[in-house]
């Protein structure tokens, strides 16, 4: 998460993602985090997420060539926001895989349309995955549900196969979390009999800040702090 500005303003957005934040990871940061993450045999996958990581593309450029070279797995997480035309939309992909993008991971659902229609809407996720399943990329569409969400796993899943991708796609489907602008939107199921499976995963954030949690509760004032474990800078001028 080398930022958390953004082009959407989603109502459910549980790490306070928008277009008002400024902060941003140095490129030669992003480097020397993944130089060390080398040293690290149980990291495998390198994800871009935010924020909307592609509004800094020198930054997941780099970082997707430099992961890459470093011989681990390769994710993007984005809204779609640039997959406005078909022709666009496959140039811009086949460019991050020439990069050593591997994955692509698609956010949509009711929050996200509200946005994504001010680009092209639905035809902004049928041109991404269709050109990721073009180009070869593992495609994945992460749909987050609240109670009375119009959008779901299964209402994708049924578009997708109207546009003869239903079977090239993985959909992922996930409940709020009560978390920053989250707090006070109505669920489908009671968040606190549930847990995290993605508790582990590290995470760097703008500020330097290294977490074991990827998303969700990470920038909750109430809960996040216990998922930091360090910072990059600190670690880093300790080790000059």
Known sequence: MYSYKCN???????????????????????EKVLDQAYYISSIKVVAAAGGEPTLYL???????????????ITRVVTNAWWASTPQRTYHFLDDLRALGLEELNISYDDFHDE????????????????????????TVIAVVRAKNSL??????????????????VLILEDFL?????AKGLETVINVS??????????SVHPNGDV????????????SGWFTRIGNIYREISQTL
């Open 8 to 30: 959407f303003l989603c109502k459910h957005c549980s790490v306070g993602a928008g277009p008002f934040h400024d902060e941003l990871l140095p490129i030669e940061t992003i």
């Open 58 to 72: 020198s930054h997941l450029r780099t970082l997707l060539k430099k992961a890459a070279d470093l011989s681990f």
């Open 115 to 138: 946005w994504l229609s001010r680009y092209g809407g639905w035809r902004n996720i049928v041109n991404a995955v269709r050109a990721a399943v073009d180009l070869g990329l593992r």
């Open 151 to 168: 959008i779901t796993a299964n209402v994708i899943r049924e578009r997708l196969k109207l546009e003869g991708l239903d079977n090239k």
């Open 177 to 181: 979390s009560p978390t920053s602008r």
């Open 193 to 202: 009999g549930y847990g995290c499976g993605d508790v582990g995963h590290l």
């Open 211 to 222: 977490a074991f949690c990827c998303g969700h509760i990470i920038n909750d004032p109430e």
